[in-house]
C-alpha cells in the first residue's frame, strides 16, 4: 500500500475509531506510537458540539495518550470558522450547552434572543421549550439557520440520546425551514480543518472513522483520502452494497500502523 504512507496527517473519528464508550482499543497506542516514530500527525475531529475539546483532551489523557488542545476539532469549533469565513454577523442565537457558549463567546461572537441575525443550533444537553421557540421565532422571520452536525442520536453507555439531528427536525417541521449543516459528513469540517492546520495537499490528509455515511462520506467530498477501519459500526460486507467507498479498508488503527511501519528503519 504505497499510498498509505504518503499520508501525513490523520484525522481521526472517535467513537469506534480509537475507543469504544470509556474504553480505548489495545491498539490505539501502537498507532500513537507509530505516529511519533514517523513524524506524523493525527486530530480527532468529532461531531459533538455539546463538549469543549477540553473535555476530550482530558478523557483521551485518562486512557494514557497525551495530546494538545490543538489535538481535537469539534463542529462548534468549525461552525465558528464557516460563520467567520463567510462574514456572518456577529448577533447569534445560539442554542447550544454552556461549552459551547463560552467558545462562541470567546470567538468574538455576541449572543442574543432579541434581534439576532443568525441562530445556531448545537447538541443542546440544555434545551428548554423556550429556547426552541424563540429559535423557531426567529427563523420564520427570515434569520439564517446553521447546524453544527446532522447526527439524530448520540450513542452513551445507557443507549443513543436524542443529538442536533433530531433537534433540526423538530425546528423544521415547525418552520418549514431546512439549516445549513457543516459537520461531519459535510465538506466544511474539513475546509475548517484544512485552513486551522494548513492542510494544503489533500493527497496527504486522510479521514480515518469506522461509519461509511459519515466518516468516509466526508472523505470523499472533501477530496481527501478516507480510511474506514472495520472496528466499530461498519463491516466489511457493508462496503459492498455502499455508494460510498473508502481509499482504504484496514481492521483498525494498529493495522494502519503495522502498514506505515512496514520496511521503516529507525535505525
Ligand atoms: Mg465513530
Not at 490543538?70 to 463567510?86: H, M, R
Not at 475546509?191 to 472513522?209: D, F, H, I, R, S
Request: charged letters at 20%; aromatic letters at 10%.
Amino acid at each position: 500500500m504505497p499510498q498509505l504512507k504518503q499520508i501525513e496527517t490523520f484525522l481521526l473519528d472517535l467513537d469506534g475509531t480509537f475507543y469504544l464508550g470509556d474504553n480505548i482499543f489495545p491498539w490505539s497506542l501502537r498507532f500513537v506510537e507509530a505516529m511519533e516514530t514517523l513524524g506524523k500527525r493525527f486530530i480527532f475531529v468529532t461531531n459533538n458540539s455539546s463538549q469543549h475539546a477540553a473535555f476530550y483532551v482530558e478523557k483521551i489523557r485518562k486512557m494514557g495518550v497525551n495530546i494538545t488542545d490543538e489535538q481535537v476539532f469539534t463542529s462548534g469549533q468549525a461552525t465558528i470558522f464557516y460563520l467567520k469565513k463567510y462574514n456572518y454577523p456577529k448577533k447569534v442565537y445560539l442554542v447550544g450547552t454552556p461549552a459551547l457558549e463560552e467558545e462562541f463567546t470567546e470567538a468574538g461572537f455576541e449572543l442574543t434572543a432579541h434581534d439576532p441575525e443568525t441562530v445556531v443550533l448545537g447538541f443542546d444537553l440544555t434545551l428548554t421549550y423556550e429556547k426552541l421557540r424563540i429559535a423557531c421565532d426567529h427563523i420564520r422571520q427570515g434569520v439564517p439557520f446553521i447546524a453544527t452536525h446532522p447526527d439524530f442520536n448520540c450513542p452513551t453507555p445507557e443507549g443513543p440520546i436524542p443529538d442536533c439531528g433530531s433537534m433540526i427536525a423538530l425546528i423544521t417541521a415547525s418552520t418549514g425551514v431546512k439549516p445549513k449543516i457543516i459537520g461531519k459528513p459535510y465538506p466544511q469540517m474539513v475546509e475548517a480543518l484544512q485552513a486551522k492546520y494548513g492542510l494544503e495537499n489533500p493527497n496527504t490528509v486522510a479521514m480515518v472513522g469506522d461509519r461509511l455515511y459519515t466518516d468516509i462520506a466526508m472523505g470523499a467530498a472533501a477530496g481527501i483520502k478516507s480510511i474506514l477501519v472495520l472496528s466499530g459500526e461498519t463491516q466489511l460486507e457493508d462496503v459492498e452494497g455502499s455508494d460510498v467507498q473508502p481509499d482504504f479498508i484496514l481492521e483498525n488503527l494498529g493495522e494502519i500502523a503495522d502498514e506505515l511501519l512496514k520496511n521503516h528503519s529507525s535505525l
